[in-house]
């Protein structure tokens, strides 16, 4: 269960999901108050995606998206210079309702969000889960990079796993963090990725004819 008060770590181009880690530096004095706080309390960090337009304002407390995800940090490793190594485990969305300005770093009060998954969402999610993997290959190609999904990892945590490592523009997985549900959340990635593959294919088949 979530507080209903988080530190809030705002980055520009890092967006968290479910069930999924994510390795962290920690450098800023701010934000270095705000993990020993964290560590000190129930190791909980809110990530939240800024807004375009952040660097007139990144000093202060610039505009951010109002869904984020909620971590736990299960590894931290203090460096010599006084950065941070940290690993976050992605537990659960949440939308900001407001900020705690108080302090050098962000507080948001914040409100749960679930990401249902019913019975009867299940077979469907099996079923989109094979046209998933079929698009993963394609695009990570197009991309240099290589990946491999083990047959074992649940659907669920595929879907926000592949959301969020695939190369994707910061503001694309903003959008797949903000669908209700694992379910419609793998539709809208799946609709992106047959999208991506087929620029690829335009530009193979441009570059062909050249």
Do not use: W
């Amino acid at each position: 269960m979530l507080p209903l008060d988080l530190p809030l770590f705002p980055l520009p181009n890092v967006v968290l999901f479910p069930d999924v880690c994510l390795p962290l530096r920690v450098f800023e004095p701010r934000y270095r108050q705000m993990l020993a706080a964290a560590l000190n309390g129930d190791r909980m960090i809110g990530m939240v995606l800024l807004k375009a337009g952040y660097e007139a304002d990144y000093e202060g407390r610039p505009p951010v998206y109002d869904i984020g995800c909620a971590g736990l940090i299960t590894h931290a490793e203090q460096l010599e210079d006084g950065r941070s190594n940290i690993m976050l485990h992605g537990i659960q969305r949440f939308r900001v309702v407001a900020e705690n300005h108080e302090l050098p770093y962000r507080r948001g009060r914040v409100e749960a969000l679930l990401d249902p998954l019913t019975a009867d969402d299940r077979p469907a999610l099996r079923d989109a889960r094979h046209r998933l993997e079929a698009l993963v290959g394609p695009v990570v190609e197009g991309a240099g990079a290589e990946v491999h999904i083990p047959p074992t990892i649940p659907d669920h945590e595929l879907v926000n796993a592949l959301a969020q490592y695939l190369p994707l523009d910061a503001v694309e997985k903003q959008a797949l963090l903000e669908r209700d549900g694992v379910l419609a959340r793998c539709g809208a990635l799946i609709e992106l990725l047959e999208m991506k593959v087929l620029l690829v294919r335009n530009c193979r088949a441009s570059a062909f004819k050249q």
